[in-house]
């Protein structure tokens, strides 16, 4: 539901999706009660015309519902699955679809995931979310324990989780290639907003194919706003999305996190250039600092992003002359070595003599859609389900606190769920839905 769907788009990328490898994992014990999987989609355009087809084109599911706010994208999808019944309102379809599905994916803005994930996990329903796994820190850590409880099949929408490239830079790191991790920097040259932006005054006609209420879900209301909100520019409001860091950090961190098992922060500190009650800063850097782990050089280990085309100093990474650092990724320094992992390239090991003949792993890539669709058949797990990437999420939305709280070092006590040197933070972790949206769980 962020950017603008035709019919050939969807098309194109369902054909793509539906050739991707499937590589099964271990065994579980969640499974569908159904040969075939029994599924409902959620938000169908943006992202929804990859997440849609990448789960129907396995070949294990019948989609039996489609929701969407935009009627234009909810009947594009439709032409594709003519049989799948329509909804506009995610609470319709889970009520009036409980006996007839065994899962749910969601791809709506960040600012509705967590609500209708919530709710169809107590309804025992599998869950596939895409990135951010929420919007609030709080939301994150509900959907983890309510996942958890349930035993019903979760994963986030961190496709790249299972590339080749990540999966092999994962094994570098885990074999200890570039000795003990002394420190990492993540960055991205994602940009959602300019210095000075600020809620645009009036409003405009809400176009008779969205429904606006339903798009705004739980958040405040506010006026519709031509080009401003839907389709696609939600990511720099602070109401709908998580800006840069929101975006892109999931994807960044994850073969760091994996890599590494880096867990919880411990602090976090963000410097921005101005402060907004309504947009994300027009860059970020956030400096954490996270437990260390068998992989790391000590107590401790240091991470930085980096937003919006800012980058660590190239004179971090040993780096011939001609090269630079890309415009993202993450540069992994070690005791005996570095990786420069560019997001979604290969690892380069540094100095080049060193690694010239150092063995780099083949690895396989792995499907996540076919491999949650194949988990919540009873085969396999899911590599990205919410014990694992509700972690991860919490990490980067408390990055997002520390830039609400620019200048100040967050002292972060996982465990609590609070930050234990400014209660103010701790108002930040969590929203107060709006009258009518309270989902058990994770209203204030």
Not at 104 to 132: L, R, W, Y
Not at 217 to 241: L, N
Request: proline share 7%.
């Amino acid at each position: 539901m962020t950017e603008r769907t035709t019919r050939r788009t969807f098309v194109k990328h369902a054909a793509a999706c539906a050739s991707l490898p499937f590589i099964a994992r271990c065994r579980t014990t969640a499974q569908s009660a159904n040969a075939r999987l029994q599924h409902a989609a959620i938000g169908v355009g943006g992202r929804g015309r990859y997440v849609v087809p990448a789960i129907a084109g396995t070949g294990k599911v019948d989609l039996v519902a489609l929701c969407d706010v935009d009627e234009n994208c909810l009947n594009q999808a439709a032409e594709l699955y003519p049989n799948a019944r329509r909804y506009r309102d995610w609470r319709e379809l889970l009520a009036q679809e409980d006996a007839n599905i065994d899962s749910v994916s969601i791809a709506t803005p960040d600012h509705t995931h967590a609500p209708p994930a919530m709710t169809a996990i107590q309804a025992g329903k599998h869950v596939f979310c895409e990135k951010p796994l929420t919007h609030e820190v709080y939301e994150a850590r509900q959907l983890t324990r309510a996942a958890r409880r349930a035993g019903v099949v979760t994963q986030m929408g961190i496709q790249i989780h299972g590339y080749s490239v990540y999966r092999r830079a994962v094994r570098l790191l885990r074999e200890g290639a570039i000795g003990k991790v002394i420190e990492w920097h993540s960055w991205s040259n994602a940009k959602y907003s300019s210095p000075g932006m600020t809620r645009p005054a009036g409003e405009d006609p809400v176009p008779p194919h969205l429904d606006w209420d339903l798009w705004i879900g739980a958040a405040p209301m506010r006026a519709y706003k031509e080009k401003v909100y839907h389709p696609g520019r939600w990511r720099s409001w602070q109401d709908f999305g998580c800006g840069a860091l929101g975006d892109f950090g999931c994807h960044i961190f994850d073969p760091v996190f994996t890599g590494l098992d880096i867990t919880a922060p411990l602090t976090v500190r963000a410097e921005a250039p101005e402060f907004s009650e309504e947009v994300w800063p027009h860059w970020n850097i956030v400096r954490y600092e996270f437990p260390g782990t068998k992989m790391t050089g000590g107590k401790t280990i240091k991470a930085t992003w980096y937003d919006s085309g800012k980058k660590p100093a190239r004179g971090l990474a040993p780096l011939p002359d001609d090269e630079d650092l890309p415009d993202s990724g993450s540069l992994i320094i070690g005791e005996e070595g570095t990786m420069l992992l560019p997001h979604i390239e290969k690892a380069r090991l540094y100095p080049v003599a060193r690694f010239r003949d150092y063995p780099r792993p083949e690895m396989d890539r792995v499907n996540l859609y076919a491999e949650w669709v194949d988990a919540c058949l009873g085969n396999g797990t899911a590599s990205a389900n919410f014990d694992y990437s509700g972690p991860l999420t919490e990490a980067v939305l408390l990055g997002l606190v520390a830039v609400r709280a620019a200048g100040k070092t967050l002292e972060w006590d996982a465990a609590g769920l609070r930050c234990t040197n400014l209660p103010e933070a701790n108002g930040l972790l969590r929203r107060a839905y709006r009258d009518g949206w309270a989902v058990k769980g994770l209203s204030a």
